[in-house]
């Protein structure tokens, strides 16, 4: 039998001398089911400075280090195509694989080196065997017909709770913790509101859902995705599901909707590689199916919730085929804020945090900063002060503008934060600024003592009762201010409600008639999503889960 090599290397000098071989352990792009667990199995390849494959050697993760050796020696003997010949030289990327080459052949040269040939061999794989890595029926994940029955049930009663019917678009995110199985403040999105791809989607948290977005918006622009690890449960017909599903339906009598209400989870690893479920997912979607079916018993608070109404919470003890699991629900999503030993030095940590530069862990940002601000208002220097918010905007701006933190942000940049940045982005009246200069100043007091701030004292001398004239001046001054302020300030004069999407959607309609006219305005236009107030760190965290909202914020 004639084998056709996969060309991916550069070719060498048919008068070199050396006889180069490159070899490597890499995981391949699919999944093997049907033997427990699902898994991605490893393969150590062996190629010629051609980048045509002399051998290879499959196994499970983990063990084909120690089988290396013995690889080599059987492809020298036996290649996959041409004449048995020995390499006079193997360059591999793995220190771990190097060692163990050269015990095995101590005649033989081994260096170790960066293995490109090996990464375009791996993109052919990608290409040709895909990544679907679908089992063939629900029998494939290694459960028994009870258990899958178990799911059918929750995911029927999922579908006619129908939730894509209630949360208003994929971008209003639930929170959902399940302590049991390591998931804590997991981001999960309701799809389906156009009638179609029902379902819901699970990420570990709000930083792989926004880069789910990118992702997305990567395809569209044509350019190479970064793709997040994610798990979803979705509804179809039965030609959206793999094509011995609908038989075994029918032969086990799974609860079944109707004949577009196929339910099928699939898991996706980073790197475009999906999966099917293990058992454990299986349980995590049962019992994350019967929660949402929970939450769904008051439809109308959970409208309100993401039209800015209360917060909707539910911890509920879902019945699954592996027992009760304990799941919790928030909408719409608001991260937890890590919590912090009283003695952890806050201030030192934001420091710390600013060496990263653009990189900086805005997560852990706000988590630093609620608690800042948690202790700021049990200190007798906050006492007597009426609006605490100047504090957390502050700090925000501090990072989002000026990448500094309040632990690092010297007098200078107060300064002008405080004189130019505010007057400019934040939408508050020139009466209040008197309160937010009060405020920054019991804020900077507090840091001295608690904290030690170095510059607490050169940042205290500038907030004098001539600050107050200063930043009430820039706050009056309208050329300061910025396209979206100026509409929000604008529209708060006319008497419209500008912290409401319906107040900022009808003032927008009411200017566009008074500078364009009747025939010009637009009905199905959406206002854009111009600074409110300023917000509470947990605010912040809440309205990360609509993009443009979190854009603006950064």
Wanted: proline share 8%; hydrophobic share 40%; aromatic share 6%.
């Amino acid at each position: 039998m004639s084998v056709t090599p996969i060309r991916a290397g550069s070719r060498r000098s048919k008068h070199s001398k050396i006889v180069e071989w490159v070899g490597g352990i890499t995981t391949m792009p699919a999944y093997v089911t049907g033997e427990g667990e699902p898994y991605q199995p490893e393969v150590l390849l062996w190629l010629d400075a051609e980048g045509a494959i002399l051998g290879t050697a499959t196994e499970r993760p983990g063990e084909l280090l120690a089988l290396a050796s013995r690889s080599l020696s059987e492809t020298i003997a036996r290649p996959m195509y041409g004449k048995p010949h020995s390499p006079t030289r193997v360059r591999v990327s793995s220190e771990e694989l190097a060692a163990a080459l050269r015990e095995g052949h101590p005649g033989l040269e081994v260096v170790c080196a960066p293995t490109p040939e090996l990464d375009a061999v791996l993109a052919h794989m990608q290409e040709h065997l895909g990544s679907s890595g679908e089992p063939p029926s629900y029998m494939s994940l290694g459960l028994e017909p009870p258990a899958i029955a178990s799911f059918f049930s929750a995911a029927a009663a999922l579908y006619k709770a129908a939730p894509w019917k209630v949360v208003p678009d994929d971008e209003c995110l639930i929170a959902v913790t399940v302590e049991s199985m390591g998931l804590r403040d997991a981001a999960m999105s309701v799809i389906g509101q156009m009638g179609e791809s029902l379902g819901l989607i699970l990420f570990s948290g709000l930083d792989d859902f926004e880069a789910y977005i990118d992702m997305a918006e990567a395809f569209e622009a044509g350019e190479e995705p970064v793709v997040p690890p994610h798990f979803s449960i979705s509804f179809g017909g039965p030609d959206e599901v793999p094509e011995a599903v609908p038989a075994e339906v029918r032969e086990h009598g799974w609860e079944l909707v109707s004949k577009k209400a196929y339910p099928w989870l699939m898991a996706v690893d980073a790197g475009l590689v999906t999966r099917p479920a293990d058992p454990d997912e299986v349980t995590l979607a049962e019992a994350v199916a019967r929660a949402m079916v929970a939450l769904m018993a008051d439809k109308k608070a959970l409208r309100a919730a993401f039209e800015g109404g209360p917060p909707v919470a539910l911890t509920h003890g879902a019945r699954t085929h592996d027992g009760f699991v304990e799941v919790t629900l928030r909408a719409p999503y608001v991260r937890t804020p890590k919590q912090y030993a009283p003695d952890h030095d806050l201030v030192a940590e934001l420091a710390a945090l600013r060496e990263a530069g653009p990189d900086m862990d805005h997560e852990e940002r706000a988590d630093l900063e609620a608690e800042l601000t948690r202790r700021f208002l049990a200190s007798p220097e906050a006492e007597g002060l009426a609006d605490m918010e100047a504090c957390s905007f502050v700090m925000d701006l501090a990072a989002t503008h000026h990448g500094e933190t309040i632990a690092t942000l010297q007098p200078s940049g107060l300064r002008q934060l405080l004189f130019q940045t505010v007057p400019a982005k934040v939408s508050v009246r020139a009466a209040d600024a008197g309160e937010i200069i009060a405020e920054c100043r019991a804020f900077y007091a507090f840091l001295k003592r608690e904290f030690g701030l170095a510059q607490a004292d050169a940042c205290l001398a500038l907030l004098d009762d001539k600050a107050v004239a200063k930043l009430e001046a820039g706050l009056s001054d309208e050329s300061n201010f910025s396209p979206a302020k100026a509409f929000v300030m604008a529209g708060a004069r006319a008497g419209f409600d500008m912290n409401s999407q319906e107040g900022i959607e009808a003032w927008l309609a009411e200017s566009q008639g008074q500078l364009f006219g009747p025939a010009s305005q637009s009905p199905k236009r959406r206002a854009p999503s111009p600074p409110k107030k300023p917000a509470t760190n947990a605010e912040k965290n809440k309205q990360k889960a609509k993009r443009k909202a979190s854009k603006k914020k950064r």
